[in-house]
């Protein structure tokens, strides 16, 4: 049903393909389950050699924002994450408020 809800297909519409299509997707699927969440490998993958994949420095400038943001805010409460939204008018609106607000707090 994952797939089906994912792909915006109606189940009876997969139920109809064809054995091995369906197969073939639900393999995928139990294949992808396997994969760390964290890393992107399977453990099968390193069973015959434990030097199949060399880890290598990365950039990503989402995950530099959000390092950052977490830093400059301090400890948060238990369960908080740093999400990245597109920045519009509005947001940038409703940020200054709260900056002002906080400023103002800080002078009482």
């Given at each position: 049903?994952?797939?089906?809800?994912?792909?915006?297909?109606?189940?009876?519409?997969?139920?109809?393909?064809?054995?091995?299509?369906?197969?073939?997707?639900?393999?995928?699927?139990?294949?992808?389950?396997?994969?760390?969440t964290?890393?992107?490998t399977?453990?099968?993958?390193?069973?015959?050699?434990?030097?199949?994949?060399?880890?290598?420095?990365?950039?990503?400038?989402?995950?530099?924002?959000?390092?950052?943001?977490?830093?400059?805010?301090?400890?948060?409460?238990?369960?908080?994450?740093?999400?990245?939204?597109?920045?519009?008018?509005?947001?940038?609106?409703?940020?200054?408020?709260?900056?002002?607000?906080?400023?103002?707090?800080?002078?009482?």
């Amino acid at each position: 049903m994952s797939y089906c809800h994912e792909k915006a297909i109606p189940h009876s519409v997969f139920l109809e393909w064809e054995p091995e299509d369906r197969a073939k997707v639900l393999a995928y699927i139990m294949e992808s389950n396997e994969r760390c969440t964290l890393c992107g490998t399977a453990g099968w993958e390193w069973k015959d050699n434990k030097f199949a994949f060399t880890a290598v420095e990365e950039f990503c400038p989402g995950c530099y924002m959000k390092a950052i943001f977490s830093e400059q805010q301090g400890s948060s409460l238990p369960g908080t994450n740093v999400k990245l939204v597109p920045t519009t008018p509005q947001l940038t609106a409703q940020l200054a408020r709260k900056a002002k607000k906080r400023a103002r707090m800080k002078m009482e």
